[in-house]
């Protein structure tokens, strides 16, 4: 994961999404799953992906991480901030934070520059929408589809129009994920997105190279691609 996250910085990736392994999926797809199995049963877990944002301190692109709001109750939530900002990481993903119940690690977050990002999706009543735009900062993470991570052969033909509506309603960077399966799609998408987050598409190669150096160059071969892509459309 580390050499991974060092070559796809370098192949042109503006931000690198470190998920946390947990076991019980929340909005993960099948690729997602099998990779959290994976590195759970190498004991890959929170304090691994601390240990690894110390050894790449020296990495340009910035980096947040994938987390169930689970672990970060269990670690406090100040605490786990101030782990996350010491091991080099600016920001957290938590998909399962209720916009009720996120008042408290908002204020934290907030206070200590490190931001929470948080999800909208196209079921998110709009008056929702905005009150989790309110509660966030970094970016607000839009989910592309309505259901589970997973590469997409079409996106819905209303996520143009979805996306424009939020942006007059926010400051804040839109970045849109869930489905964008490769540079077709992120051709399309990158007009009306302030960035694109792809996972599953780039796990999918890592796990199919078999590991080590292929893994490695399949992951930075693939984000070049996306990132040729996103350039050619804006």
């Not at 947990?22 to 990779?35: C, E, L, R, T």
């Not at 670690?75 to 008042?103: H, N, R, S, T, W």
């Not at 989790?132 to 993470?141: E, K, M, Q, T």
């Not at 599953?200 to 078999?210: D, L, M, T």
């Amino acid at each position: 994961t580390e050499a991974i996250l060092r070559a796809v910085g370098s192949a042109g990736a503006d931000l690198c999404e470190v998920g946390v392994p947990y076991s019980d999926p929340i909005a993960d797809g099948p690729v997602i799953q099998a990779s959290y199995q994976r590195a759970l049963d190498q004991k890959f877990k929170l304090q691994s992906v601390l240990d690894m944002g110390q050894r790449l301190s020296n990495v340009d692109s910035p980096r947040v991480v994938m987390v169930s709001y689970a672990i970060i109750f269990r670690v406090g939530p100040a605490k786990f901030i101030d782990q996350m900002k010491a091991a080099g990481y600016g920001g957290a993903i938590v998909p399962d934070l209720l916009v009720e119940e996120a008042d408290e690690m908002s204020t934290l977050c907030r206070a200590a520059d490190f931001s929470l990002i948080q999800l909208v999706t196209p079921t998110t009543p709009r008056d929702r929408q905005v009150q989790i735009a309110n509660s966030s900062s970094g970016f607000l993470y839009y989910v592309s589809v309505t259901g589970i991570t997973g590469e997409r052969r079409e996106l819905p033909t209303d996520l143009m129009d979805n996306v424009g509506w939020l942006r007059e309603q926010t400051k804040l960077p839109i970045c849109i994920g869930f489905g964008i399966s490769g540079p077709e799609t992120a051709t399309k998408l990158a007009p009306v997105a302030d960035g694109l987050i792809v996972g599953s598409a780039i796990v999918r190669r890592v796990h199919e190279a078999g590991g080590g150096q292929r893994s490695v160059n399949a992951a930075k071969s693939f984000v070049g691609e996306l990132r040729t892509a996103i350039d050619s459309a804006t």
